[in-house]
Each structure stands twice: as C-alpha cells, then as structure tokens.
Nanobody, 123 residues
C-alpha cells in the first residue's frame, strides 16, 4: 500500500487541524492505521492507531482527549482530528499502515509509511 499524508499547516495554540492519509490499493480495510510524529532532534513517537474495522483505537497519553483517529474504508482514507493544539504538538506527522496483530504503537511495527506533513503550533 502507498500512503500520502496531508492537511498540516500553521495554527495558533488552541486551534484545530485535521490530517488525512490517503491510501492506494483495494485492501485498505486490511490495514491497521497509525499516526506518528517527529519533532526536530527527537525520536519518532506514537500518536494514535486504529484497527482494521475502526472499532478499536489507541492513543498516546499526550494526545488522549484532544486527538481523534478515524477511517473511512470506502474512501481508503484515515484521519487524525487534532483539537486544542499546543506548541509541543509541533512536529512532522506521519501516517503508517500494517497488516498484522493489534495493537501496535512502535514505529518498527509498521511496514508502510507516508511522506509526512508538517504541523506547526504557535503560542
């Protein structure tokens, strides 16, 4: 599967953004979808994940209650709705996909990656 993330931008603290991850191929519903982020000088960190059907989700503690992951299997697209953004949410955000077991929250557990989209939150 090929992934393309988009929707990033510059937003003030307290604002919202919705990221999208468009997937190619006809088997999107077979993939677990995840979102990660990487700030300058830091390691890539887990943000959120959703299982194949969308019935199960998993969030990092830092975004729980503010971010929501979702997917539309008919549109081959995953989303990350980000509310109440903070300056420390500033990072390049990546979507990722993998087929096997659930849950998974480590970067090396995902085989497929999008190119990343920059999110900058100003104070």
């Amino acid at each position: 599967v090929q992934l393309q993330a988009y929707g990033g931008g510059l937003v003030q603290a307290g604002g919202s953004l919705r990221l999208s991850c468009a997937a190619s191929g006809r088997t999107f519903s077979s993939y677990i979808m995840g979102w990660f982020r990487q700030a300058p000088g830091k390691e890539r960190e887990f943000v959120a994940a959703m299982n194949w059907s969308g019935a199960n989700t998993y969030y990092s503690d830092s975004v729980k209650g503010r971010f929501t992951i979702s997917r539309d299997n008919a549109k081959n697209t995953a989303y990350l709705q980000m509310n109440n953004l903070r300056p420390d949410d500033t990072a390049v955000y990546y979507c990722a996909a993998d087929i096997s077991y659930w849950p998974k929250r480590l970067p090396n557990e995902y085989d497929y990656w999008g190119q990343g989209t920059q999110v900058t939150v100003s104070s």
